[in-house]
């Protein structure tokens, strides 16, 4: 069964739709102006893959930071991973699954970089502060895979990273990832943070998800981790051990006030806090405690990202 469900992605008619668009008219701008009107309304476009090539075109010409491919074998898509390294592309590939054949790809654009990088920034300036720059390992964009039986999942975080020793070795899994989006709808960032959990066997403990608004003009921040699901009076199985369940631990949404002079920014539900034992595996020494981004760094945040909207 398809990890992703059909109600995720664009319609077939906007898939031709998209695909009618002639190179004359692309390179005349015309698919930039229709894709940017398109994300206003319907979330990030999707499109049915053809050649690695027409790939690449859409991704140079698109004002949008995320792009869902359909049919994309897992031949197709160690094609498409040797040609971004051959050409040196910088886009990302958000998620793979090789059984529904999806691909997700994320484009960094100004505003999506900023959207999770000046979070990351933050955390790590946090790090340095407890002096545990070294025992810190950022991960960024570097693929992470799972083999299942029946086929392969990939993924590449916004931002992300680990503890050393724990998580030094190749192909570790983070404890944090950040993952952002302005295109994508806040429930295809959920499938992401889902798959991050699952993905990992459980070993990402922190996914933050920051997602920007258009259409309401509202920042919106999601802290999710995972706990053991119990009913009252019911016993833990060994099934529910080996399935936690992911939880919203925070929600902060920030907007912007035009009406005051300098702009102001509204940030609720208080400080952002991401635990330190969830993060380091262990609990911390003196010095040493859970890192919170408070309301005025969540404000010079904020003011951060509006300034590339």
Known sequence: MSTYPSSGFQSTHLTDKLQRFTMHQLHRGRRRRYLHRLHLRRGPPAMRFTKTQDLFDVIDHTCVDSLTVTNVSLIEFTKIERAREKQGRKFRFRDYDSNSQTLIITIPTDLHEELHGQLYDEFIGQVRDMGLKNSWRGIRGATRSAQGHSGR??????????????????????????????????????????????????????VLLAKYDNTRSVIILEKWEEEIAVRPGATTTRHSLQHPTPVLRQSITITQNTTTNPTSYNVT????VLSFRLLFLRDPNHGEGDFVFSVQELEEYAKKVWDLV
Do not use: C, Y
């Open 269 to 272: 539900s208080g400080a952002l």
């Open 153 to 206: 999942s990939s993924k590449e975080g916004d931002s992300s990273g680990g503890p050393k020793p724990q998580r030094a070795g190749k192909g570790a899994w983070p404890t944090l990832v950040i993952e952002a989006g302005f295109s994508q709808t806040l429930g295809q960032l959920h499938l992401t943070m889902k798959r991050w959990f699952s993905m990992s066997n459980h070993e990402v403990k922190i």
